[in-house]
C-alpha cells in the first residue's frame, strides 16, 4: 500500500507569536485555507463565530436587527481583509476588534455623546442603596439560581440604561472576556479609565438588576412566609430595602 | 469614602491584573468598608450574567440565514471588486506584471509620437522572465530591437 500522503495545511503564511491553542490553530488553518480562495473555509469560520459576534454586536447597538447587519459586516470586513490579516494576534481577536469598531460607529450615528458618558469616579457614584441584595438573593451558587435566569431576562432592558461606553466595556468584558489591559488596547484608553468604566457600568446594571430582584425577592419571601406570618424576612436577615433610592443618570 | 473612591474601581478586577500591593490593599479596605463589601459581592454574584443573556439571545435566535446571507455578500463584493480584489491579494505577481507592461505601453506611445504618420506600429512580446522584446513593424519590414545584452 503506497503512503498517504497528506498535505500540509499549516500556518506558513503567518509569523511566529505565543504558542497557540488547538482551537486558535483550527482558526489559522482555516483562515489560511480562507485566504486562498477556499469558501468552504470562510463559511466554516462565520459558523463558528457569528452567534459570538452577534452577541457582541447586539449588546453594544441594542437593536437586534442591527446587531444582524453589523455582525454581517464585521465578517464581509474581515473577507476583504484576510490577506492583511498577519496572525499576530489569535483570529477571534481580530474578527471580534472589527465588529467592536463597527458596532461603536453604528451607535454613534446614531446619537452624539451624552453628558453621563463621564468617566471618573465621584464620592456621589459610591452612594446607592441596596448593595448586598442581588448577592444575597443570588445565593452561594449564582449559576444555579433560578433567580439568576430571570435576572438574565432583564439583562437587555438593563444594558439600554447605559451610556454607550458603559454597554461596550461591559459586554466586552463578559461576551468576548477581556482583560483590563486587552480592553485599554481595543478601547485606545488607559487601563484606569477602564476600570472606573467598569465600575460604572456595573453600578449601573446593578442597581436595575435591584429593582427587579427586590420585589421579586419580597414576593418569594412572602410566599415561603404565608403559613406564618411572624417568621422573618428572607436570607441574609430584613426585608429587602428598596432599591435604587438615589435616582440613577 | 476617599478610599472607598480609590478601591472601588479595583473591585471585579480577575486574578493578576491588579498590582499585588493593590490587590493586598484592596483586600484590606473590603475588609473594613461594609459599603464596598456589598459591591463586591453584588459584583461577584452578577459576573457574567451580561455574557450569559447576550449568548443566550444569540443562540435563540435561527442562524440558518446568516451564513448564506454573508457569503451571497461577500461573493457580490468579490464579483464587483475582482480586479482589485485580486490586486490586493497578489501585490507581487500584479507588480512584477505590471512593471514591463506599463514599460513596453510607454515605449510604444513613445514609437508612435516618433514615428509620426509614417504608419510604424509597434508590436511587443512578453517572455516569461519579464524581459520585454520589441518588435517595430515599419514600412521597410519588421525591425527587431534587441536590448543591450544582445548587441554586446
Known amino acids: 500500500?503506497?503512503?498517504?500522503?497528506?498535505?500540509?495545511?499549516?500556518?506558513?503564511?503567518?509569523?511566529?507569536?505565543?504558542?497557540?491553542?488547538?482551537?486558535?490553530?483550527?482558526?489559522?488553518?482555516?483562515?489560511?485555507?480562507?485566504?486562498?480562495?477556499?469558501?468552504?473555509?470562510?463559511?466554516?469560520?462565520?459558523?463558528?463565530?457569528?452567534?459570538?459576534?452577534?452577541?457582541?454586536?447586539?449588546?453594544?447597538?441594542?437593536?437586534?436587527?442591527?446587531?444582524?447587519?453589523?455582525?454581517?459586516?464585521?465578517?464581509?470586513?474581515?473577507?476583504?481583509?484576510?490577506?492583511?490579516?498577519?496572525?499576530?494576534?489569535?483570529?477571534?481577536?481580530?474578527?471580534?476588534?472589527?465588529?467592536?469598531?463597527?458596532?461603536?460607529?453604528?451607535?454613534?450615528?446614531?446619537?452624539?455623546?451624552?453628558?453621563?458618558?463621564?468617566?471618573?469616579?465621584?464620592?456621589?457614584?459610591?452612594?446607592?442603596?441596596?448593595?448586598?441584595?442581588?448577592?444575597?438573593?443570588?445565593?452561594?451558587?449564582?449559576?444555579?439560581?433560578?433567580?439568576?435566569?430571570?435576572?438574565?431576562?432583564?439583562?437587555?432592558?438593563?444594558?439600554?440604561?447605559?451610556?454607550?461606553?458603559?454597554?461596550?466595556?461591559?459586554?466586552?468584558?463578559?461576551?468576548?472576556?477581556?482583560?483590563?489591559?486587552?480592553?485599554?488596547?481595543?478601547?485606545?484608553?488607559?487601563?484606569?479609565?477602564?476600570?472606573?468604566?467598569?465600575?460604572?457600568?456595573?453600578?449601573?446594571?446593578?442597581?436595575?438588576?435591584?429593582?427587579?430582584?427586590?420585589?421579586?425577592?419580597?414576593?418569594?419571601?412572602?410566599?415561603?412566609?404565608?403559613?406564618?406570618?411572624?417568621?422573618?424576612?428572607?436570607?441574609?436577615?430584613g426585608s429587602p430595602r428598596p432599591p435604587g433610592e438615589r435616582a440613577e443618570e | 469614602m476617599r478610599d472607598c473612591l480609590r478601591f472601588a474601581p479595583m473591585i471585579g478586577a480577575r486574578e493578576g491584573e491588579l498590582e499585588p500591593a493593590e490587590a493586598r490593599a484592596l483586600e484590606a479596605h473590603l475588609a473594613s468598608c461594609p459599603g464596598c463589601r456589598a459591591f463586591a459581592a453584588d459584583t461577584a454574584a452578577t459576573d457574567g450574567l451580561v455574557g450569559e443573556a447576550l449568548l443566550a439571545r444569540a443562540n435563540a435566535r435561527d442562524f440558518a440565514p446568516f451564513v448564506d446571507q454573508v457569503m451571497a455578500r461577500a461573493g457580490a463584493g468579490r464579483a464587483r471588486g475582482g480586479v482589485l480584489a485580486w490586486l490586493s491579494r497578489h501585490r507581487r505577481a500584479a507588480a512584477a506584471t505590471l512593471v514591463p507592461a506599463l514599460a513596453a505601453l510607454a515605449f510604444i506611445v513613445y514609437v508612435r509620437l516618433e514615428g509620426g504618420g509614417r504608419n510604424e506600429i509597434a508590436l511587443l512580446e512578453l517572455a516569461s522572465e519579464g524581459e520585454v522584446t520589441m518588435v517595430l513593424q515599419t514600412a521597410d519590414g519588421p525591425v527587431v530591437l534587441f536590448g543591450e545584452e544582445h548587441g554586446s
Open chain 1, 1 to 237: 500500500m503506497p503512503p498517504r500522503v497528506i498535505p500540509f495545511q499549516g500556518l506558513v503564511n503567518f509569523r511566529p507569536r505565543a504558542p497557540v491553542s488547538p482551537v486558535e490553530a483550527e482558526d489559522l488553518s482555516l483562515v489560511s485555507k480562507a485566504r486562498a480562495g477556499d469558501a468552504d473555509a470562510f463559511r466554516a469560520l462565520v459558523v463558528r463565530f457569528q452567534r459570538k459576534v452577534y452577541a457582541l454586536a447586539l449588546g453594544i447597538v441594542k437593536d437586534p436587527d442591527l446587531a444582524w447587519d453589523v455582525a454581517q459586516e464585521a465578517f464581509l470586513r474581515v473577507h476583504g481583509h484576510l490577506a492583511e490579516f498577519e496572525g499576530k494576534s489569535s483570529f477571534s481577536t481580530w474578527l471580534f476588534r472589527i465588529a467592536t469598531h463597527l458596532s461603536i460607529d453604528a451607535v454613534r450615528r446614531e446619537r452624539t455623546s451624552r453628558k453621563d458618558d463621564i468617566d471618573d469616579v465621584e464620592e456621589a457614584d459610591l452612594a446607592g442603596g441596596g448593595e448586598g441584595i442581588l448577592s444575597t438573593a443570588l445565593g452561594n451558587d449564582p449559576r444555579e439560581n433560578l433567580l439568576r435566569r430571570e435576572l438574565a431576562g432583564q439583562i437587555q432592558a438593563a444594558l439600554e440604561t447605559l451610556p454607550e461606553k458603559h454597554r461596550t466595556i461591559l459586554v466586552l468584558r463578559e461576551v468576548e472576556g477581556l482583560s483590563y489591559e486587552e480592553l485599554a488596547e481595543r478601547l485606545g484608553i488607559h487601563k484606569g479609565t477602564v476600570m472606573s468604566r467598569l465600575f460604572h457600568a456595573r453600578k449601573k446594571m446593578q442597581a436595575v438588576l435591584r429593582r427587579y430582584a427586590g420585589p421579586a425577592l419580597a414576593r418569594r419571601a412572602g410566599e415561603e412566609e404565608e403559613p406564618g406570618p411572624e417568621t422573618g424576612g428572607p436570607r441574609g436577615g
